[in-house]
């Protein structure tokens, strides 16, 4: 008996083991891609298609896999999850971020409930870790890449207006971006090369990336060119000016948050206290924290302290977030 708590952890561990290495390998692309074309030969025939078809094809194909149907439906918003793994750069999909939170899940509950942890407390902790750090893991991921983007679209702003100034036209300067400049600028413009290369408007493939990022500094942009296209005018010299623009932008969000800095380690300090001094008496004295999984009315002041500490959270986070 005393080896079953021991076995039962290393399967949950094997589990989930398991199911990271199948969500994060997948089939072959070799295999996949002579599928597709094999599909789309059986379809065809000896007819000519479009390559809106065959990117239309192959959006479905994805957007319909088995892993995605079997772990899709037990996500609330499943498009909006997609939405933001698109917006890490990574190949994610939502099947497989469903595939580890609900392994993080697994095991975290399991361990806690082996450790002799309430139920309650398993539960709630593997739900926190299943979904909290999954959901902040893709955060950080898009915060990366779209300060990585913003730091260095000045730059390919002023690469566009060399271009422009040497006589040549927007497309062809929007493709010189995306082969020049590395990072995400370069594949972000690159992927409007390739849509405009299979048909897409200029203006249709710009908003699509805007939507993606989500950022102020590429909307500018989208904007910058769609009034240029209306009204014409020298698109060189207003993209000069909105590189200018867009660097002390960023300056002036340097100096905000250097500003704002000692607030929000105020505020971090404050917040983590309580759950640090939780977890030490926690660890010194488990059964009388326990107390607060058992008894009602330590149960509703949990809550209720829970409850403010989110209220004053939320009101220093907005203290301390200024808007450019």
Do not use: C
């Not at 399967?11 to 997948?26: E, S, Y």
């Not at 040497?166 to 594949?187: C, H, K, R």
């Amino acid at each position: 008996m005393e080896l079953m708590p021991f076995i039962m952890i290393a399967t949950g561990a094997m589990v989930v083991l398991a199911m990271a290495v199948f969500a994060f390998v997948g089939p072959s692309p070799q295999r996949a891609q002579a599928r597709r074309l094999t599909a789309v030969r059986s379809r065809h025939g000896d007819r000519a298609f479009s390559p809106e078809a065959q990117l239309r094809s192959i959006s479905t194909a994805k957007s319909t896999s088995k892993t995605e149907a079997a772990f899709g439906r037990l996500l609330p918003n499943p498009a909006q999850l997609a939405k933001r793994l698109a917006m890490t750069g990574k190949s994610w999909t939502v099947g497989r971020y469903a595939m580890i939170s609900a392994g993080l899940f697994a095991i975290v509950a399991l361990l806690l409930a082996i450790k002799g942890a309430p139920i309650l407390l398993a539960i709630f902790m593997g739900l926190f870790v299943g979904i909290g750090l999954p959901h902040k893991w893709v955060s950080m991921l898009i915060k990366r890449r779209i300060n990585k983007f913003t730091n260095k679209f000045p730059d390919a702003i002023e690469l566009l207006v060399r271009g422009l100034r040497s006589g040549l036209p927007v497309t062809e300067t929007i493709s010189v971006v995306g082969t020049e400049v590395a990072g995400p600028v370069g594949d972000e413009f690159r992927m409007i090369t390739d849509k405009m290369k299979i048909g897409k408007s200029m203006d249709s493939a710009l908003q699509d990336t805007a939507d993606r990022l989500g950022t102020p500094e590429f909307q500018f942009f989208v904007i910058t060119i769609a009034i240029q296209r209306e009204t014409g005018g020298n698109l060189a010299e207003t993209l000069a000016n909105l590189a200018t623009v867009l660097r002390q932008r960023a300056q002036m969000k340097l100096k905000i948050k250097a500003m704002s800095s000692e607030s929000k380690a105020s505020a971090y300090i404050v917040g983590s206290l309580p759950f640090i001094v939780f977890a030490m008496i926690w660890v010194i004295n488990s059964s009388y924290m326990q107390n607060f999984f058992v008894d009602q009315r330590l149960m509703i002041a949990g809550i209720g302290g829970l409850i403010w500490m989110g209220l004053g959270a939320f009101i220093m986070a907005k203290m301390v977030n200024f808007e450019i």
